[in-house]
């Protein structure tokens, strides 16, 4: 008799990640303690930083690239003055500086990273070079020329000044930003060298540091309903797209993989939305003359037990 390979459960966990723990050790304790089929995460964290991990499990994993393309926030703290080869303090230092910026300076430079900019990751980094990534290379002492790619960056602000060598800020960004990338090029701008020191992500999308689960609650619960009661539905990973509802006929035509009939809503033609058939989500699609043209179809929830 084959093994069983874990539960058929759908939902999000949301984990206030503990520093020193990979995201991929999160999400693994996460489909251990929920004895999981499937689970994954939208939008890595280093193993140092804090705060929000959205992981997905089974269904919930088809709705995770619209929660990495969601904008999310940081909370970090740059220490100036010292430049390390991770941009972060991990890693050794190789330059420094004894030169501090005023308040004005540091505010006034920040102006520069903010809108669409360009952004070099870090040398360590999970970015593939030539099919190989780029940490991997820097642990073998490799410098890489690494592309620049654009970030979306709607707000970084500082919020408070310790000390002349750390200076507090928030950033809301969009997806694939790097904040060790930011503290590094905002020590360069000012002519003193950085770092981060402490980084937290306070929120992505629609889920919220402070609603997430700690990782000691997890092994506490784990294996229990109350675990389980702690997942939040597929369809919250969906919050940024229109809900469409579909008749009975229109679900089982999105179920098959076919365009099915939808009841006209906000959804405008050619908009990315998602239908709905009696609460479930059904599929997510393109809307175009009332129907959803699926791009991603939902397994539905197996029927209830008969009554009779």
Known sequence: MARKK???????????????????????????????????HAGTLDPEATGVLAVALGEATKTVPYITDALKAYRFTVRLGQATNTDD???????????????????????????????????????KIDGERAYKRA?????????????????????????????????????????????RDLGAKLGCHGHVLRLRRIWSGPFDAEDGIGIDEIDAL???????????PLEVGLAELPELKCTAEGAARLRNGNP??????????GDEAWASFEGQPVAVGV??????????????????????
């Open 139 to 183: 642990r073998d002492g490799e410098t890489m020329e690494i592309a620049a790619r654009p970030l979306w960056v709607e707000e970084l602000v500082m919020t408070g000044r310790p000390d002349a060598d750390h200076v507090e800020l928030e950033m809301t960004c969009g997806k694939g930003g790097y904040v060790r990338s930011i503290a």
């Open 89 to 127: 303090a991990e890693g050794e230092v190789i330059a420094s500086s004894d030169m501090r910026p005023s308040d004005d300076e540091i505010k006034e430079a920040l102006h520069a990273f903010v809108g669409e900019i360009q952004q070099v990751p870090p040398q360590f980094s999970a970015v």
């Open 260 to 269: 099915g009939m939808v009841i006209p809503g906000e959804a405008e033609y």
């Open 222 to 232: 784990a294996k229990t309903p109350a675990l389980d009661e702690r997942l939040l």
């Open 287 to 308: 809307f175009k003359a009332g129907e959803l043209h699926p791009t991603r179809v939902f397994v539905s929830p197996p029927p209830a037990p008969s009554q009779t």
């Open 6 to 40: 874990g539960r058929d459960i759908s939902g999000w966990l949301i984990v206030d990640k503990p520093a020193g723990m990979t995201s991929t050790s999160v999400v693994n304790k996460v489909r251990w303690a929920l004895d999981a089929k499937k689970a994954g």
